[in-house]
């Protein structure tokens, strides 16, 4: 989650535009598009999951949190739900893998994930 934090570098009430018409909210920048799936999962509106992933923190690692793990959940692999937290498309889930991958490294030292970036480039 840390990597994810350093890569999005978001805010507490940030709502960026995209050029599709959806926000990346709050501090993990977790796009509006996935307002409706969490607000059903947890049965609450929309409205009222929106202002949550902007404005409260904990809520937005937490909805963070449980884009990653479904990523995982699906796929069964680490770097394949770290680029799926960031888009559909298998390009942008690489190049997005490998730029995670770097802030890991800089947040933890240089051996910490020495091996991760040939791994990153074999996902499928």
């Not at 937490?62 to 680029?83: C, D, M, Q």
């Not at 991958?101 to 030292?109: A, D, I």
Request: net charge positive; hydrophobic share 40%; glycine share 8%.
């Amino acid at each position: 989650m840390w990597a994810l934090r350093d890569q999005e570098g978001g805010w507490i009430g940030a709502a960026v535009a995209n050029t599709n018409g959806t926000h990346d909210l709050g501090p993990l920048q977790i796009n509006s598009w996935w307002v409706p799936r969490i607000a059903k999962a947890i049965g609450r509106h929309d409205a009222q999951v929106r202002i949550w992933l902007q404005f409260d923190a904990c809520f937005n690692v937490e909805a963070a949190r449980w884009i990653f793990l479904s990523g995982l959940t699906v796929t069964g692999n680490y770097w394949k739900a770290v680029g799926i937290y960031h888009s559909p498309t298998d390009w942008r889930q690489r190049r997005y893998a490998l730029s995670v991958s770097e802030h890991l490294r800089r947040r933890f030292g240089e051996n910490s994930f020495a091996r991760q970036a040939s791994k990153i480039q074999q996902v499928p």
